[in-house]
């Protein structure tokens, strides 16, 4: 194995793929319906370097590709969560108190378990940043205590279990998650007969049921053309009228305005007519269902958006991404006119949008690169990731910028995540198990194990138990928020396979990360400079 691993450390792009291609065909693996997905390559990489250790070799992926890695992958998430993360983020204040908090309180148990065991600051700094898995706080924990090596020893040893410990507390919540109060209604669409005598007009029902549900066809009367409804138009006894949005939204409007129907104004498309279309031309993109006013210029209306996997009714807010395919309701003479209007082509499935997506992780890259000054009177930053992250939180949200388009895809984001992720992972896991030999030849290896293994569990049942019973989240949000309260994309990696990339994990991952990052890295300049 010498000459494999000697010829291996010669080539480390080459090493980066056969780990990227050789792991994820262990995270295919299932035992008894479980996987580990991504997180597989992790641990393939640290037991590769590892075993090369064994033969005096160094097989590296280079910190540069791994800072490449996470940087598109951060990116790509924050993209994807920008419109949800600022609409969620009034509610998500004590949820990020509460993990500033219990990282507190892991330091303290740290250092008052860690100095009883004999170990220095140092150590327990390390120890700390790895029990987190954490990188730039073991580089914060290693400046403020002035002994770097020491606090690598205490995150190589912390770090694996700080991995494993999150992925059980994940799949505890993924296993209450099943019962998920917050899971988003599937969309429904009924044709209503009207039977209330009051005439109401159609945008006080609208208002009344929150807009979030859109009205998509109205016919007066049994015979009467089949016309779109707008605002402004009065519901009389005996109208039919087409109401699309969540469940118990539509049974609502059913219950508000009449009774269900057994006539489906959607199967006669004599007058307006529906389709799919996908969203491909860059002038659209980044504008709001509202902004592109299509009952003025088509006498059209938008009833869905369907983004990846996902379907969501057509709010008037929403911002409209490439590659999102929107069911348009209008008159049949104008389907054509509107398809060439939206693109409808599969370009806007995978383009990449160079422009954003270089702006973007620039301005992300030299905003984590950025020196911040701390109380103590040292500087440090919160790296790349958290950068990339923020800024593609708010290109996510705005979506255009004058004439230039800020968000991407979504698919090209899921590409973009995944590939970012598995090269990160690689590249951590080879660094880690590089490291675990030397970790373990040294004395104290077992006291860092244990003060690594209670710090990871404090956190993990803290941030469980108080996110679950005090702040009432979901499981399925709770999965990602562990992963993003941990900076671990692993665990973000592992959720993320078990429920089919549901957007609520990616949502607690971005709700917490940015704050997370800087977090960590403060509690653990202050704790290596006790």
């Known amino acids: 194995m010498t000459s494999v691993f000697t010829f291996l450390s010669e080539q480390p792009v080459l090493f ?57 992958f951060a990116f ?25 908090v219990l990282y507190v309180l892991v330091a303290a148990v740290g250092m008052g378990v860690g100095k009883s065991l004999g170990m220095s600051t140092a150590l327990i700094s390390g120890t700390f940043a790895g029990a ?4 730039p706080a073991l580089a914060a924990a290693g400046q403020a205590s002035g002994d770097l090596g020491a606090a690598t020893v205490g995150y190589s040893i912390a770090y694996l279990f700080g991995v494993i410990g999150m992925l059980a507390a994940a799949t505890a919540a993924l296993s209450y998650g099943k019962k998920d109060s917050d899971a988003p209604s599937p969309l429904a669409n009924r044709t209503i007969r009207v039977e209330r005598e009051d005439h109401p007009f159609v945008g006080d029902v609208y208002e009344k049921l929150g807009q979030k549900v859109t009205f998509s066809r109205l016919r007066r009367g049994e015979e009467g053309p089949i016309t779109r409804p707008s605002m402004s138009d009065t519901l009389d006894p005996g109208d039919l009228i087409t109401v699309v949005g969540p469940r118990e939204l539509v049974a609502k409007a059913a219950n508000e305005l009449g009774h269900s129907s057994s006539h489906s104004l959607i199967q006669d498309r004599t007058y307006l007519d529906f389709r ?14 509202g902004d592109l006013n299509l009952a003025t210029r088509f006498s059209g209306t938008i009833s869905r958006v369907r983004r990846g996997d996902v379907d969501m009714i057509a709010e008037p807010g929403l911002v409209l991404q490439e590659g ?37 992780m620039a301005l992300g890259i030299l905003l984590g690169e950025a020196q911040i000054l701390t109380p103590t009177g040292e500087y440090f930053s919160i790296g790349s990731a958290a950068g990339t992250l923020v800024v593609g939180l708010i290109f996510g949200k705005i979506g255009r910028i004058g004439p230039v ?3 991407l895809p979504y698919t090209a984001c899921q590409v973009l995540a995944e590939f970012g992720l598995l090269v990160f992972l690689a590249q951590a896991g080879a660094n880690a198990g590089g490291q675990i030999i030397e970790a373990f030849t040294s004395g104290t290896w077992w006291k860092i194990l244990v003060l690594g293994i209670l710090m990871t569990t404090v956190m993990a049942v803290g941030l469980y138990a108080v996110m679950r019973w005090i702040f009432k989240m979901g499981g399925t949000q709770l999965s990602g928020l562990i992963a993003g ?20 994990v990616a949502l607690g991952y971005a709700l917490v990360y940015p704050v997370a990052m800087i977090g960590k890295i403060l509690v653990a300049q202050v704790l290596g400079g006790l």
Not at 325 to 347: H, N, Q, W
Request: charged letters at 15%; proline letters at 4%; zero cysteines.
């Open 76 to 100: 790509a998430i924050g993209v994807n969560s920008g419109a949800s993360f600022f609409h969620n983020i009034k509610s998500a204040v004590g949820p990020i108190v509460a993990m500033v």
């Open 276 to 289: 799919r279309m996908t969203i491909s031309d860059p002038k659209v993109a980044g504008r709001t269902v």
């Open 485 to 504: 309260s941990q900076t671990q994309p692993a665990v973000l990696a592992f959720a993320n396979s078990r429920t089919n990339a549901d957007p609520r």
């Open 324 to 360: 999102d395919r929107v069911r348009v309701v209008a008159p049949t003479s104008k389907m054509a006119e509107i398809t060439k209007f939206f693109g409808d082509s599969t370009r806007g499935l995978t383009d990449l949008n160079p422009v954003a997506l270089g702006i973007g």
């Open 405 to 407: 388009v800020t968000a």
């Open 16 to 72: 980066l793929f056969i780990l990227i291609g050789i792991g994820m065909a262990f995270g295919h693996i299932k035992l008894r319906g479980i996987s580990l997905g991504p997180a597989a390559v992790l641990f393939f990489a640290i037991a590769m370097a590892a075993w090369a250790q064994t033969f005096d070799i160094e097989l590296r992926v280079t910190r540069e590709l791994g800072v490449l890695g996470l940087a598109l």
């Open 132 to 135: 987190l898995t954490n990188t």
